[in-house]
């Protein structure tokens, strides 16, 4: 699953969610429990299941090691 950054427009918090990809709405405010939250940038899960030079999660070599 890909990491997503969302920040709360209410109270300006800033967290991230491990998110299905076809997860509809986003997740509540962590902190204010607001549900006006926007979703900044995705990206690859890079460090816990990916290494960030093949973005695949089925890598072999980066499901295991991390390598540059
Ligand atoms: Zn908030």
Known sequence: MP???Y???D?????ERLMPL??????DCPKCS????????SRP????SGC???S???CSSCSTTRHS
């Open 3 to 5: 990491i997503y950054e």
């Open 7 to 9: 920040q709360c427009k």
């Open 11 to 15: 109270c300006g918090e800033e967290f």
């Open 22 to 27: 076809s997860s509809p709405t986003a997740p």
């Open 34 to 41: 607001g549900r006006n939250v926007k979703k900044k940038i």
């Open 45 to 48: 899960a890079s460090g816990k």
């Open 52 to 54: 960030g030079s093949c």
């Open 56 to 58: 695949s999660t089925s």
